[in-house]
């Protein structure tokens, strides 16, 4: 192998990283020793990977940092997004109440018991008999209001 031909197929960086089939790393182990230039690539190639892999080993404990628990105290439940979800909770139970029990019952008939009461009545009031739970309907009966047609001031 000639110089050329060991700068184009970047040998040394390969020979240095293990790359090179057996027989190409005897061709390039036969230039090398021969060579200054390519002796001091490989020097210099196998000083930065070294260099390399220690800094990296380095960086891989200092990247795993402890895990610490963090402390939960019961502040935890007025953080919005706690606070947020129970709104969104009770809001979905009122609405679903309201859809399922209260408006069924609103929108099935029922009899309402209705009475009269005369606002010009003589004698005994009119007594009004009603159940407890069940709707009843008072209307007032004035017929003898007037209203007046003048007014002075």
Request: proline share 5%.
């Amino acid at each position: 192998m000639d110089h050329d031909t060991a700068v184009s197929q970047h040998a040394a960086e390969r020979y240095a990283l293990g790359e090179m089939e057996p027989t190409e790393q005897d061709k390039f182990e036969e230039h090398f020793f021969s060579c200054d230039s390519c002796a001091g690539d490989v020097r210099t190639v196998s000083v930065f990977i070294a260099n390399a892999r220690e800094v990296f080993r380095g960086a891989d404990e200092e990247a795993q940092p402890a895990v610490e628990r963090a402390r939960r105290g019961w502040f935890t439940f007025f953080k919005p997004s706690f606070v947020y979800g129970a709104v969104a909770a009770c809001s979905l139970c009122l609405v679903a109440y309201q859809s399922l029990v209260l408006l069924p019952q609103l929108r099935a008939p029922q009899a309402f018991q209705a009475t009269v009461l005369k606002g010009e009545s003589r004698g005994t009031a009119a007594q009004v008999h009603a159940r407890a739970g069940e709707p009843l309907v008072l209307r007032m009966d004035v017929n003898g209001a007037t209203t007046p047609r003048d007014y002075s001031i």
